[in-house]
T-cell receptor
Framework: NAGVTQTPKFQVLKTGQSMTLQCAQD?????MSWYRQDPGMGLRLIHY???????DQGEVPNGYNVSRSTTEDFPLRLLSAAPSQTSVYFC?????????????FGQGTRLTVV | AQKVTQAQTEISVVEKEDVTLDCVYE???????LFWYKQPPSGELVFLIR??????QNEISGRYSWNFQKSTSSFNFTITASQVVDSAVYFC????????????????FGKGTKLSVKP
């Protein structure tokens, strides 16, 4: 039982490059989400999904795309990386959006855009 | 709109001191869930507790205790006899059930409190 797996753990990008942060869970959770963590800002919601084929924007969606073709995977795409996207990214999953059960977080991806 | 405020940005204590981390939340919903997470220097998020809005019983788990008071919209976290291993950033978070629509679900985090426990 792996829980929530994020890859890569570390990444350095040049401004303008694109990349995809991977997130996979093996708990058959309907709800998955992406957060970014910046110093002094806590964790802020980027995008979330309540099931395969359904996604929606969170608090800070600009510059990021998501899709959910399977229950297990929820990749986060940066189409043209900017230094402002330097952050630590966390993927989370739960049985429901309301979090009336425990939320599981991945180990995080530390992204630096130069 | 829902909001979580952790007014203490950083706290420094000496080992064996008791310390309380404050969390104040705002919500219009009658059904909601409150959480505490620990983020040690290694960076992962460690789940500590979840409380629903209908359960105001205080909870104790070893050296950790939580005081939930709906009257003051607070969900404070106390560490008794702190240890160096307690050094971490602690996050309080809120999830609404959406009884008033529009803001159902999703975890809203406070900005975190960095706790340093010195030997």
């Amino acid at each position: 039982n792996a829980g929530v797996t994020q890859t890569p753990k570390f990444q350095v990008l040049k401004t303008g490059q694109s990349m995809t942060l991977q997130c996979a869970q093996d708990m058959n959770h309907e709800y998955m989400s992406w957060y970014r963590q910046d110093p002094g800002m806590g964790l802020r919601l980027i995008h979330y999904s309540v099931g395969a084929g359904i996604t929606d924007q969170g608090e800070v969606p600009n510059g990021y795309n998501v899709s959910r073709s399977t229950t297990e995977d929820f990749p986060l795409r940066l189409l043209s990386a900017a230094p402002s996207q330097t952050s630590v990214y966390f993927c989370a999953s739960s049985f429901s959006r309301v979090f009336d059960t425990e939320a599981f977080f991945g180990q995080g991806t530390r992204l630096t855009v130069v | 709109a829902q909001k979580v405020t952790q007014a203490q940005t950083e706290i420094s204590v000496v080992e064996k001191e008791d310390v309380t981390l404050d969390c104040v939340y705002e919500t219009r919903d009658t059904t909601y869930y409150l959480f505490w997470y620990k983020q040690p220097p290694s960076g992962e998020l460690v789940f500590l507790i979840r409380r629903n809005s209908f359960d105001e019983q205080n909870e104790i788990s070893g050296r950790y205790s939580w005081n939930f008071q709906k009257s003051t919209s607070s969900f404070n976290f106390t560490i008794t006899a702190s240890q160096v291993v307690d050094s971490a950033v602690y996050f309080c978070a809120l999830s609404e059930a959406g009884n008033y629509g529009g803001s159902q679900g999703n975890l809203i985090f406070g900005k975190g409190t960095k706790l340093s426990v010195k030997p």
